[in-house]
């Protein structure tokens, strides 16, 4: 592994290693017997050079720079005292006049390159064999040129190879740090995917059932049939949550290409609970909050069209949020939504009256989530968003969704970008906490 603030990698020997520093002492051995052309045991000078070159080419992968420049420095000095005489050098001229020159350069060449950035480790083969090539030349002239040349190329080349090495572990490595990354967003991705469907699974029956609980707090005891039917509905509303919520769940705990084990299991992958309601789901959802007291009015305009399951689902959650805002932020407050239709898609459009100035109080607080996620759903879907205070002080979510043939574009735009978005002349582009209207005093004053 490389050594933290180092651009060369560095690592301790490993039995390949020694294997392959074996193989070339085994080389330069043999090289240096034949070099004369004929078998003859080499002095002993030039046998503890190479015994000393080997035990430094041991440490290579440790300290492959230093190690380059002791094995260069080794067998400069069997070119210039150790070489052959200059007769039997013309003699063995394709033999090589110079060995075991350059074996043990070239090896250590190889691992600079291998283990550091291109330039570097073509920057050392070429020096280290630039060395050579000037040494050899200098001490023996026109005779060895030729030798010295080929020196010069073999151990260039040997740089090359390393380069060649690291430059396909580079681009493993690359590889692996992309899927890496991409993994890493998908499972981001995923996590707000499924954060988002908690949030809007939780708040919307959990706020029905806090408005619930106070209606039937207020007409216990003027109306106990009233009380009791408020009560029903805060068990229809709680089992539902504790439904969806368990559909969600599970959606972690299956893979999508795994049916579940039950057909009736309702946490498994095709089970019946599985939360992704559309457009079809409205009516319900506009009924369980007219339940709690808010006046809900709804007006739908021009044909219905079919929209993308993203579309979809991004219409139903998008309502479904901006009406359990009402119901947070102004109870018992008329609720306007409207469905316009066109070929393009459809606009959604949800308003809520403001409480009376006497009303009010201080917001409660928010993460805003609620309202990230509803622009997530719309840009994700291919449309776009829009929230704010409009006159007579009330509050408008506007969101506009795609028809079904857009649903698989895979640039999405924005709001601003969107053909058939709505302009921001008003409102604000939800990128995080929009204020809201207030909530009142008393929630028990709840009509």
């Known amino acids: 592994m490389p050594q933290p603030g180092s651009p060369v990698r560095r690592s301790r020997p490993t039995a390949s290693t020694w294997c392959v520093t074996a193989a070339a002492l085994a080389a330069m051995l043999t090289t240096a ?55 039997i050098a013309e003699r063995t001229e394709g033999m090589g006049a110079f060995q075991p020159v350059p074996l043990g350069t070239m090896l250590a060449a190889y691992t600079v390159a291998a283990r550091s950035p291109r330039r570097l480790g073509w ?71 499924i954060a988002r469907e908690l949030h809007d699974v939780l708040a919307h029956n959990l706020t029905l059932v806090n408005a619930q609980a ?7 005891e003027t109306q106990p049939q009233a009380a009791a039917h408020a009560l029903r509905d805060i068990t229809r509303h709680t089992s539902r949550a504790i439904d969806e919520l368990r559909a969600t769940i599970g959606l972690l705990r299956y893979d999508a290409a795994s049916p579940a084990r039950d057909p009736d299991d309702a946490t498994g992958p095709g089970g019946p609970m599985r939360p992704v309601p559309g457009i079809d789901a409205l009516d319900e959802l506009v009924e369980s ?29 998008i309502v479904q949020e ?9 109870p018992g407050m ?38 990230i996620g509803m622009r997530e759903r719309a840009l994700a879907a291919g449309g776009g968003l ?35 978005s709505v302009a921001p002349s008003s409102g604000t582009d939800v990128t995080g906490t929009t204020s809201v209207t207030p909530e009142p005093a008393d929630e028990g004053d709840r009509p």
């Open 334 to 371: 008329p609720v306007e939504v409207s469905l316009a239709w066109s070929e393009a898609g459809v606009r959604l459009r949800v308003v809520n009256a403001a409480l009376a100035a006497g009303e009010r109080r201080t917001a409660a607080p928010g993460t805003g989530h609620g309202l």
């Open 289 to 317: 909050h007219r339940s709690t007291g808010t006046p809900v009015t709804v007006q739908e305009s021009g044909r219905r069209g079919t929209l993308g399951q993203h579309a979809d689902l991004a219409a139903y959650r």
């Open 123 to 193: 920057g050392a083969g070429v020096a280290a064999g630039g060395v050579l090539m000037v040494a050899g030349l200098l001490a023996h002239g026109s005779v060895t040129a030729l030798t010295d040349l080929v020196v010069f190329y073999l151990v260039v080349t040997a740089a090359a190879l390393g380069a060649w090495r690291a430059g396909r572990r580079d681009a493993r490595e690359r590889e692996l740090r992309r899927r890496e990354r991409e993994t890493g967003e998908a499972v981001m991705e995923e996590r707000l995917r």
């Open 33 to 87: 017997i034949v070099r004369t052309g004929s078998p003859t045991m080499p002095g002993s000078a030039l046998v503890v050079l190479v015994l000393l070159s080997t035990a430094v080419l041991s440490l290579r992968t440790l300290r492959p720079v230093l190690v380059l420049g002791c094995v260069v420095a080794i067998e400069v000095c069997i070119l210039v005292f150790l070489a052959v005489p200059d007769g």
């Open 322 to 330: 901006a009406l359990t805002n009402a119901a947070k932020h102004a």
């Open 214 to 220: 106070g209606v039937a707090e207020y007409l216990l």
């Open 386 to 420: 829009r929230v704010g205070e409009i006159a007579d002080d009330r509050f408008e979510v506007v969101a506009t969704l795609p028809a079904g043939r857009s649903e698989d574009a895979t640039d999405h735009t924005t709001a601003s970008e969107d053909p058939g």
